[in-house]
């Protein structure tokens, strides 16, 4: 299955990990963490659920078809 969408859900509490383990699609913000604009998910699979992975709280979410 390969990766098609990746969001980030409330509740980001700016740890960094998301942005430190896949920088390609995650950028973090003083409000929290974003997926960066037109990215291609299926390209950096490895690094997202890595970073879903870590994330501490769990707000890293991610679509697989």
Do not use: Y
């Not at 098609?4 to 950028?27: L, M, Q």
């Not at 870590?54 to 707000?59: G, S, T």
Request: a negative charge; charged letters at 25%.
């Amino acid at each position: 299955m390969v990766i098609t969408k990746v969001w980030i859900e409330p509740g980001c509490i700016r740890c960094n990990i998301s942005e430190d383990t896949c920088p390609e699609v995650f950028h973090v913000l003083t409000s929290g963490s974003t997926v960066r604009p037109g990215v291609d998910p299926a390209l950096h699979e490895a690094g997202i659920r890595r970073a879903a992975d870590l994330c501490p709280v769990q707000v890293i979410r991610f679509e697989e078809r």
